[in-house]
């Protein structure tokens, strides 16, 4: 489930849609929870698909560390790719603001941590990077666990709309680690190991 403060809006003819800010959303804040509605596809059932079913999965999931795809039921499906992300998946099925977010804002995610099969070229950001590859989970996990390190630090301060969504042993995990200032677990976590 996205953020309630947001809304899916027409961005541009280069990347159609957007989840955009409809309100301030502060660094720290949960924006994104898998919920029971999501739905979760084993690559068994994606193979009996039929092929325009299967390019609607390709475009509208991303993979988990199980190596299932996960199709999201909301807006969730539109938030966009950027190479300077302002949202993060957390180790435990939730997303993060890793900056404050404007009202008017897209929230955006780094594609290269949702175990995608095949590269593919993105929108120059200027970042260095213009190509999101299958391993970037591996190259750029400790850069992004240090903005996810940063924002947690907001966690407990911030407003959070959708934290009765994350299972309570989830929340007092993290909170203790950030109580006993211990090490959050990593984004690395998430990556898929295909065999």
């Not at 003819?13 to 739905?39: M, S």
Request: some cysteine; proline content about 5%.
């Amino acid at each position: 489930m996205m953020h309630p403060d947001t809304e899916v809006q027409f961005i541009n003819e280069v990347v159609g849609y957007g989840v955009v800010a409809k309100k301030f959303i502060p660094k720290g804040t949960i924006t994104w929870v898998q919920d029971a509605l999501d739905r979760v596809i084993h690559a068994e059932e994606v193979e009996k698909m039929h092929p325009k079913v299967q390019e609607q999965v390709d475009k509208y999931c991303f993979r988990n560390n199980k190596g299932h795809l996960v199709l999201c039921w909301d807006q969730a499906k539109y938030v966009n790719h950027s190479f300077n992300a302002n949202c993060l998946s957390s180790a435990h099925d939730f997303e993060l603001a890793v900056r404050d977010i404007q009202p008017g804002e897209q929230l955006t995610d780094d594609y290269g941590y949702l175990n995608i099969s095949e590269p593919f070229k993105a929108i120059d950001e200027g970042t260095g990077r213009d190509t999101v590859y299958p391993d970037d989970l591996l190259k750029y996990h400790e850069k992004w666990d240090r903005q996810l390190n940063d924002a947690f630090k907001d966690f407990q301060k911030v407003e959070q709309p959708l934290i009765k969504l994350v299972p309570k042993e989830i929340i007092s995990k993290i909170t203790g680690q950030l109580e006993k200032n211990e090490p959050l677990d990593s984004i690395l976590n998430l990556y898929y190991h295909e065999k």
